[in-house]
């Protein structure tokens, strides 16, 4: 494999491409208008514009990237995450244009894409499933019947898809009917199918992952867990490896479990199996993700390998370089998605031109981006802008130095989680370990970032004049009255 496709932008296509280059494989960015002027094309060694900037004419057309592949002499295609990394039919369109698709088979994608065949695949394993059915389901009747044997609160769910998207929690039966209705209709709009199912809504629970590798060789490992409780609107914010709250028995045994999942379709490459765990530390399969995650470097942190280079490696058909037994955590390592979003203004979208934009430096600080000052936002993708990556010797270590990464970083122009990761990281629900995936409902409000920063700037303020103080004293300037003469003044 000397030259590979990457079918993605910003920064994840970035990520791709120094992995790869590390490996001495050339690269091909391919780019909206939208993206002209971004970082990723002028990295690569090629690049070529798709189309406009919207998505569907541009990183969604998987003809035209799989005809500029051919067109290049492009030996692999690394769809990244997002746009089309979970397409079955792209990644079957790869392999039959002769090309290698860096990610699962068209099968895995196939059955895991779908929840209900997620779990019917994954049944003669013994996975602890979440009490419900698992069928899809379109009558009321049926639905109240199945709440009444499960149990109120029940979650409706949308069979394809993710991101929260056909997603809903009801009390009672009273909200069922208008629930469901709303469920089905999202669910239709976001994935183009409508089905749902039920199951019993765990109370507290933790979204807890486990990180696979699996070879074509039989091999499949697990790169033990990543907390990802902390979420708004279903979709992850903060995330951190290991969890703290996993026993040394639960993790071998989700991380068995994972693998077993992975096995049920004859997984290969890197991909994620999520679980809930409840209060008790039971945990349930929830689904596999068939692709890299976002929160990946964190993994990489805790383990010291590059899953972009075992993708690759995997690709290439290459066995895994090690077994489960020389696997072992180092540390603990915490990630902040930095999106263009609006804290105190419930998370709505932000758009602009970066007018300052400064990475935080340091020791065990890493940042993953695709943008640079002076671009300008654009309204038509993720807002993810980077992800700030910390670790430290141990989680304490590691809370501290994000804290102090969030200092350094400066961004200007729009709106950012930052002010939201620092309240995170200075909760003490968060520093004690004890959250869930209701840590934004229970714990956060944008009155209680705007308390932050003012007792923030309050002692910023009183540090500075006591600096000023001790200066004049120094200088023996006549004291009129002591540090309080200054402050008033």
Not at 90 to 102: K, P
Not at 394 to 405: C, G, H, S, T, Y
Not at 444 to 462: D, F, H, L, N, R
Request: charged share 25%; aromatic share 8%.
């Amino acid at each position: 494999m000397k030259k590979i496709l990457i079918a993605n932008r910003g920064e994840i296509a970035l990520r791709v491409m120094r992995s790869a280059k590390k490996m001495g494989i050339q690269t091909v960015a391919v780019y909206s208008e939208a993206d002209r002027n971004a970082p990723h094309v002028r990295f690569a060694d090629e690049a070529v514009l798709l189309g406009p900037a919207p998505s569907n004419q541009s990183y969604l057309k998987g003809d035209k990237i799989i005809e500029i592949a051919k067109k290049l002499n492009v030996d692999g295609i690394h769809p990244g995450y997002g746009f089309l990394s979970e397409n079955a039919s792209f990644a079957q369109a790869v392999t039959d244009a002769g090309l290698t698709f860096i990610g699962p088979t068209p099968h895995a994608i196939d059955v895991m894409g779908s929840k209900l065949a997620a779990k019917e695949t994954v049944k003669a394993y013994n996975i602890p499933m979440v009490p419900g059915v698992d069928h899809s389901i379109s009558d009321v009747d049926e639905a109240k019947a199945i709440a009444q044997t499960v149990g109120y609160p029940i979650l409706i769910k949308a069979s394809a898809g993710g991101g929260g998207k056909g997603m809903r929690v009801v009390e009672n039966e009273a909200e069922l009917a208008e629930q469901m209705t709303r469920a089905i209709s999202e669910a239709t709009s976001a994935f183009g199918d409508g089905s749902v199912f039920i199951e019993k809504y765990v109370t507290e629970p933790r979204h807890i992952e486990i990180q696979v590798l699996a070879d074509a060789h039989g091999n499949v490992v697990y790169l033990f867990e990543r907390e990802c409780s902390v979420q708004r609107r279903h979709q992850k914010v903060v995330e951190e490896a290991p969890s703290a709250v996993l026993t040394p028995e639960i993790r071998k045994a989700m991380g068995e479990a994972a693998v077993n999942v992975a096995r049920s379709c004859q997984y290969l490459g890197a991909g994620t199996v999520e679980f809930l765990v409840d209060a008790g530390l039971n945990f349930y399969f929830l689904e596999m993700n068939t692709r890299l995650q976002v929160e990946h470097p964190v993994t990489e942190y805790i383990t010291g390998l590059d899953l972009v280079e075992q993708q690759i490696r995997i690709a290439r058909g290459e066995k895994l370089s090690f077994t489960q037994e020389d696997l072992s955590i180092h540390g603990h390592a915490i990630e902040l998605r930095v999106c263009a979003e609006d804290p105190l203004n419930n998370f709505l979208p932000s758009v602009g031109t970066l007018h300052r934009y400064r990475r935080p430096v340091g020791e065990h600080i890493r940042v993953d981006d695709g943008i640079e000052e002076g671009l300008e936002v654009p309204i038509y993708y993720d807002p993810l802008l980077a992800k700030l990556v910390v670790w430290g010797i141990n989680r304490d270590a590691a809370i501290q130095r994000m804290l102090e990464a969030i200092a350094l970083y400066q961004i200007e122009g729009v709106a950012t989680t930052l002010p939201f990761g620092r309240f995170v990281c200075q909760h003490e629900a968060f520093t004690s370990g004890k959250f869930d995936t209701g840590f934004v409902k229970n714990h956060y409000s944008s009155e209680g970032i705007m308390a932050q920063q003012k007792t923030e700037a309050e002692v910023a303020a009183k540090l500075a004049l006591e600096l000023l103080y001790q200066h004049k004293r120094q200088l023996a300037v006549p004291d009129p009255g002591g540090v309080e003469w200054y402050t008033k003044r």
